[in-house]
C-alpha cells in the first residue's frame, strides 16, 4: 500500500471549498430521476445528462471529484474524451461507485445489506486502469420498529470495512459511506443514536481489518430528525448534533467527513452543512458528497434537450458554488436569491 499516495489523494478531494458530486445514479435510480421529467433512460440519454455536468465550465472551483457508474467510467464525452479524462483534463479525480446495491439481509426483515465483495480486487484494479483514484461503497441503515439490529449494523460495517481495505490496497481511497435513512418519523435523538452505534462499530471493524484512517473518507449522514417527524430541527439543532456525535466516535485522524444529502432539499442541504462549516473549525474537513442536492435543479432545467444545456449547466455551477460556500461557512440564503 502507497500511503503517501492515499493521503496526497484523500486530502485532494477535501481541499478548501471543495466537494464532490455523486453522478453514480445505478440504471434504477437514473431512471427515477428522469421519471421525474419525463425523459426515457437510455444508454445515450444518460450519457448526454452526464456530459451536461462534466463540461460545466469553472465548476472545478468548487468540486473536486466526481463518482461515476460502472457504466459512466467507460462512456466519452461528444467529442470522443473518455470522462475520466475529460474530468481529469480540469482537474476534477474521478472516482467510481464499486458496490452491487443494498440487498435484503436474510432473516432480518425489512434490513438490508449491500453486495459486492466477491472478484472487488478485480474490479478494482480494473476501475484504476480506468482512471478512479478513489471510490465508493454505500451501505443502507433503516431505523423503525425494533430496527436497526445488532446483525444489521455489524453485517454492514463489517463488508464496508472489507471493501476499505481492498481499495486500499489497490491505491483507490475509500469513501465509507453508512447511510442512516430519513425516512420515518424517528426523533433526531434516535437518528444520534443509531448514527453514534453504527459508526462506531464502522472504525471499529475498518481497524480490525487495518485500513488507514488518513488514507480513507467518511461519507454519513447528517443526524436529523425522520422526513415525517413532526418536531424538524433548525440547521443550527442539526450542526450541533452531527457534530457532538462524530467528535465522539470519528477518529480525529481520518481526513475529512463529506455529507450526502439523502433526500434534503438542495437549501436545507446547503444550510445544514453551512451551519457545521460556522461553528468553527473540526478535527476533520466537513464537506459535502452530494447527489440530488447537487443535480436537481440542474436536472429539471435540462429536461432532455440540448437547448437547455447552458441553463442546467448554470444551474449545477450555482448549487456547486453556494455549496463551496457553506463548505467554508460562508453561505447565506438571500446568495440564492443573488445570483437568480
Ligand atoms: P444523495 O446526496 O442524493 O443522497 O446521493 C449521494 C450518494 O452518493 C448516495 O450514495
Known amino acids: 500500500m502507497n500511503l503517501d499516495e492515499l ?8 481541499a478548501e471549498g471543495k466537494g464532490i458530486l455523486a453522478a453514480d445514479e445505478s440504471f434504477p435510480t437514473i431512471k427515477k430521476r428522469f421519471d421525474t421529467i419525463g425523459v426515457e433512460s437510455t444508454e445515450e440519454t444518460r450519457r448526454a445528462y452526464r456530459e451536461m455536468l462534466f463540461t460545466t465550465k469553472g465548476v472545478s472551483e468548487f468540486v473536486s ?56 480486487r478485480e474490479r478494482l484494479e480494473e476501475y484504476r486502469g480506468l482512471g478512479a483514484r478513489f471510490a465508493k461503497w454505500r451501505a443502507v441503515i433503516a431505523i423503525g420498529d425494533g430496527i436497526p439490529s445488532e446483525t444489521c449494523i455489524e453485517t454492514n460495517a463489517h463488508a464496508l470495512a472489507r471493501y476499505a481495505a481492498l481499495c486500499q490496497e489497490q491505491g483507490l481511497v475509500p469513501i465509507v459511506e453508512p447511510e442512516v435513512l430519513m425516512d420515518g418519523d424517528h426523533t433526531i435523538e434516535r437518528c ?25 473518507l467518511l461519507k454519513p449522514n447528517m443526524v436529523l430528525p425522520g422526513k415525517d417527524c413532526p418536531r424538524q430541527a433548525t440547521p443550527e439543532e442539526v450542526a450541533e448534533a452531527t457534530i ?14 463529506l455529507f450526502l444529502s439523502g433526500g434534503q432539499s438542495d437549501v436545507q442541504a446547503t444550510l445544514n452543512l453551512n451551519a457545521m462549516n460556522a461553528m468553527g473549525s473540526h478535527p476533520w474537513e466537513i464537506s ?30 450555482h448549487r456547486a458554488r453556494m455549496n463551496s460556500l457553506a463548505r467554508r461557512g460562508k453561505y447565506r440564503p438571500e446568495m440564492e436569491e443573488e445570483a437568480a
Not at 493521503?7 to 477535501?14: F, G, S
Not at 463518482?67 to 461528444?78: K, M, N, P, V
Not at 456525535?245 to 481526513?255: D, E, G, K, L, T
Open 7 to 14: 493521503r496526497k489523494t484523500a486530502r485532494a478531494i477535501v
Open 65 to 120: 471529484g466526481v463518482i461515476l457508474f460502472d457504466e459512466t467510467i467507460r462512456q466519452s464525452a461528444g467529442d470522443g474524451t473518455p470522462f475520466p479524462k475529460l474530468l481529469e483534463q480540469q482537474g476534477i479525480i474521478p472516482g467510481i461507485k464499486v458496490d452491487k446495491g443494498a440487498k435484503a439481509l436474510a432473516l432480518c426483515p425489512g434490513e438490508k445489506v449491500t453486495e459486492g465483495l466477491d472478484g472487488l
Open 192 to 216: 444520534y443514536e443509531v448514527t453514534f452505534a453504527v459508526l462506531r462499530r464502522v472504525f471499529a471493524d475498518l481497524a480490525d481489518q487495518r485500513v488507514e484512517y488518513e488514507g480513507m
Open 244 to 257: 457532538r456525535c462524530f467528535r465522539h466516535v470519528v477518529p480525529a485522524a481520518v481526513p475529512g467527513v
Open 288 to 317: 459535502f458528497s452530494y447527489g440530488r442536492a447537487l443535480q436537481a435543479p440542474a436536472l429539471r432545467a435540462w429536461a432532455g434537450r440540448p437547448e437547455n444545456v447552458p441553463a442546467a449547466q448554470r444551474a449545477y455551477s
